[in-house]
């Protein structure tokens, strides 16, 4: 079973590395989604909505909401920041019934990476 969770958030950012109009300063309101896979307790749940917001927002959302992207990940496209995310994430979202299974990042309403770690990246 998968159970996911969305955040929101705005940060600045340069592709230092690319050619062309990104290379210079300019923002982007994200779309993030978290996806754990696992089974549920016998309380019903995997895991607990608030809980794992607590932990997303600890450990990405409020590093990145209105920061510069550079600061943190020098090259800062949206497949490089996943990979960030995912390990910001994966130990923290890994329990005796639920593990990290996806991270999806929009960087425009209709443009997104989408990351399942290094096993199944190529």
């Given at each position: 079973?998968?159970?996911s969770k969305e955040f929101k958030f705005d940060s600045a950012h340069n592709l230092v590395?690319?050619?062309g109009k990104c290379e210079k300063l300019h923002g982007h309101t994200?779309?993030?989604r978290v996806t754990i896979e696992?089974?549920?307790e016998k309380d019903g749940m995997i895991l607990d909505y608030g809980i794992l917001k607590k932990i997303v927002t600890d450990k990405v959302v409020s590093k990145v909401d209105h920061h510069y992207l550079n600061d943190i990940v020098p090259q800062s496209s949206t497949e490089n920041l996943?990979?960030?995310m995912w390990s910001?994430?994966?130990e923290p979202l890994s329990g005796d019934n639920y593990s990290l299974f996806?991270?999806?990042l929009w960087e425009t309403e209709t443009s997104f990476v989408t990351y399942r770690g290094d096993?199944?990246?190529e």
């Open positions: 079973m998968l159970l590395e690319y050619h994200y779309r993030l696992g089974k549920p996943v990979v960030w910001e994430l994966a996806e991270i999806k096993d199944n990246a």
